[in-house]
């Protein structure tokens, strides 16, 4: 019986979106790409884009950070409080924002508190089907490991049977996430990581490193396979050749490790580690750009489809068919938010 016992136990940074449509300008002003995630420290002079954009946009707030994404979305297809989330914020409205976003969709956030600093928010640039992500992490990247001590999260991990980390965590979490990990291997558990943005396998390759061994499942889009395939010396234009050695990179499981990398509106390749010569693709049902709001959280709904599947026992076929259809409906909402009243999937 799946549902009441949090199956789910995901880890990331909470982050308040804000997001603001037709930001052709701001794209321009602060040389950033269309289509992208970055942390501001990566981009010297960027401070301002957070005042900025509440100058000159309608600003939508809504509940971001991507592993909270995916987890809201598990627990949609999910029966109630099959989803638990841990991460770090401030002590404040943006919190209360996040709390109350998250409880109404029944996904439990186990926070820990950071009484000095704000919460994390994100900027989202929307242009047309493009979004690009500017992150302050604020209390997000204070996290600590002691947090995965408490009494509380304790139980949550000894009674999960999934796990779930952004890969986004790996910038300043590499401890908590080894401790997650190590605890999902002690108990037999699936632990599942996303690539999350190019420069994860980029910038944070020993990180990522350390945790793949770990893992049951891998998630990631192809230019984040193509990242991958830079820092780990492939060739980044063989999508089939990153998600095998993904698949094949060490293991302390024992366990198979699927790889799913999407690809946008084109197919998604599946590929496991017990069968690498036997790559499976599922196309995307294409959606018309009349249809389209936003792309933001299409990926992590993707995601959140797929765990939620995966713990209700389904086939790797089964899930990737949910994954999909809560990536199109989320790209036919504003954000990174799906229909409600609930519809079947
Ligand atoms: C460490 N960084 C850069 C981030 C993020 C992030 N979530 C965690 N860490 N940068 C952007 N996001 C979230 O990604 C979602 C879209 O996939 C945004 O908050 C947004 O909701």
């Known amino acids: 019986m799946v549902g009441g016992n949090y199956e789910l136990v995901a880890m990331g940074n909470p982050l308040l979106d804000m997001q603001a449509r037709n930001a052709e300008a701001t794209l321009k002003k602060y040389d950033l790409k269309a289509n992208d995630a970055i942390l501001i420290e990566q981009k010297p002079g960027t401070e301002a884009i957070y005042d900025d954009i509440t100058k000159e946009y309608d600003i939508h707030y809504l509940a971001g950070g991507a592993a909270q994404n995916s987890a809201r979305c598990a627990q949609y297809v999910l029966p109630p409080k099959s989803t638990a989330y841990l991460g770090s914020v401030g002590e404040d409205d943006l919190a209360k924002q996040l709390r109350a976003a998250n409880e109404k969709e029944g996904l439990h956030s186990a926070y820990q508190v950071n009484k000095t ?34 009494s509380e999260v304790e139980k949550l991990t000894q009674n999960a049977k999934f796990f779930y980390v952004g890969g986004f965590f790996l910038t300043h979490g590499l401890e908590s996430t080894l401790i997650l990990a190590k605890r999902a291997l002690e108990r037999q558990t699936p632990f599942s990581i996303n690539l999350s943005a190019p420069f994860i396998p980029q910038f944070f390759k020993d990180q990522l490193d350390q945790v793949l061994p770990y893992t049951t499942l891998v998630i990631g889009n192809e230019s984040e396979a193509e990242a991958y395939a830079a820092s780990h ?25 699927t790889v799913i990398i999407t690809q946008g509106a084109e197919e998604t390749l599946v590929l496991q580690s017990d069968k690498v010569d036997n790559v499976k693709r599922y196309p995307v049902q294409k959606v018309s750009s009349d249809k389209i709001v936003d792309t ?3 990926g992590d709904a993707f995601a959140g489809g797929v765990l939620g599947a995966l713990i209700l026992g389904k086939s790797i076929d089964e899930a990737v068919e949910v994954g999909h259809k809560l990536g199109v409906m989320c790209i036919g909402q504003s954000g990174p938010s799906l229909k409600f009243p609930k519809e079947n999937v």
């Open 233 to 257: 010396g492939l060739d980044g234009k063989d999508l089939v050749g990153v998600a095998k050695h993904i698949a094949q990179f060490e293991s302390k499981t024992n366990k198979p490790r």
């Open 296 to 298: 933001n959280g299409a």
């Open 117 to 150: 600093t704000p919460t994390g928010c994100c900027a989202v640039l929307i242009t047309g089907e493009h979004r690009s992500l500017v992150t302050r992490l604020g209390a997000a990247e204070k996290f600590t490991p002691d947090h995965l001590s408490t």
